[in-house]
């Protein structure tokens, strides 16, 4: 399972992310979080980023590829991983896609949890934060509560989370993603996957989509034709039980591959009918005419 997970501010990403990373063992790399435990853990690249930060300027693409290099080389990550928050633009698309070819970790599908502009405003508008714990509560689910429920703190909203702010902030993810969803459907890997409902119901969604691998056309052709024909063999199987099962799947497979001859026939047959029923109607007509 090696994915790069896409969605907006609000979306629910970072939930679903958590979910797949605990059902399938994989874990959830997410660019921010290795900055942070780069920089806490005082590592070569990590005092680079924190020189980079410190000057007030953007940490370089190398140093976050390479963070991501060194993250996904850990055990954990030999099943596959999920990518968080990178790559941003097409130009860090690119320079992943080669640093996953040279590891031979090719990516499996980007998944897009797609949620409209008006649930992501209510989503995060509604955002309150607790200054003690850090949990994140929304106030839907807090039922009038304004504090927080593990220890009484006063819940505050995140100056991110301020109505004019949030549409700034979908605005610039609007438009930095777009170009990414675009070339990564180029590419064939983009999975858009339904982001609004119940919790549960994303969360299958996201596996489906995460697992299903797409298939050569030739190999999708081979499964629907063996789709009717199992179906004829359990059928046949079961009639003459003292038969012996590859007997039964003979002749299964024999009437199976009979059937559909005359059901194409039938199809071809019907409109000759019709044309011989008229015929018929018009050679009596044709008839009467001569007679008259
Ligand atoms: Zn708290």
């Known amino acids: 399972?090696?994915?790069?997970?896409?969605?907006a501010p609000g979306s629910g990403k970072g939930t679903q992310a958590q979910r797949l990373q605990a059902k399938y063992g994989v874990p959830q790399v997410s660019s921010g979080d290795l900055l942070r435990d780069a920089v806490a853990r005082g590592t070569e690249l990590g005092l680079k980023a924190k020189a980079v930060m410190e000057a007030g300027q953007l940490v370089s693409d190398d140093i976050v590829l390479?963070?991501?290099?060194?993250?996904?080389?850990?055990?954990?990550?030999?099943?596959?991983?999920?990518?968080?928050g990178f790559p941003r633009n097409e130009d860090q698309a690119n320079s992943l896609n080669a640093l996953l070819k040279d590891i031979g970790q090719p990516i499996d599908a980007v998944l897009l949890l797609d949620v409209r502009r008006e649930t992501?405003?209510?989503?995060?508008?509604?955002?309150?934060t607790c200054p003690k714990c850090g949990t994140v509560y929304n106030v839907?689910?807090?039922?009038?509560?304004?504090?927080c429920p593990r220890e009484g703190a006063e819940l505050f909203q995140r100056p991110d989370d301020k109505e004019e702010v949030i549409g700034r902030r979908l605005e610039v993810y609007e438009k930095q993603t777009q170009p990414l969803i675009d070339y990564y459907a180029k590419l064939g890997l983009l999975r858009t996957i339904a982001g609004e409902g119940e919790l549960d119901s994303v969360f299958e969604r996201m596996e489906a989509a995460a697992l299903a691998k797409p298939l050569p056309p030739s190999s999708v052709k081979v499964s629907t034709a063996k789709v009717p024909r199992n179906k004829v063999v359990v059928k046949a199987a079961r009639k003459p039980a003292k038969k012996t099962k590859k007997v039964a799947v003979r002749t299964a497979k024999a009437k199976s591959a009979r059937k559909p001859a005359p059901k194409a026939k039938r199809v071809k047959a019907a409109p000759k009918t019709a044309k011989r029923a008229k015929v018929a109607k018009k050679r009596p007509a044709k008839k009467a005419a001569r007679k008259k």
């Open 1 to 7: 399972m090696r994915i790069v997970l896409l969605g």
């Open 140 to 147: 839907h689910s807090l039922n009038g509560a304004t504090t």
């Open 120 to 128: 992501l405003m209510q989503r995060l508008a509604g955002r309150r």
């Open 66 to 84: 390479g963070l991501i290099r060194d993250r996904l080389a850990r055990p954990d990550a030999a099943n596959g991983f999920i990518l968080d």
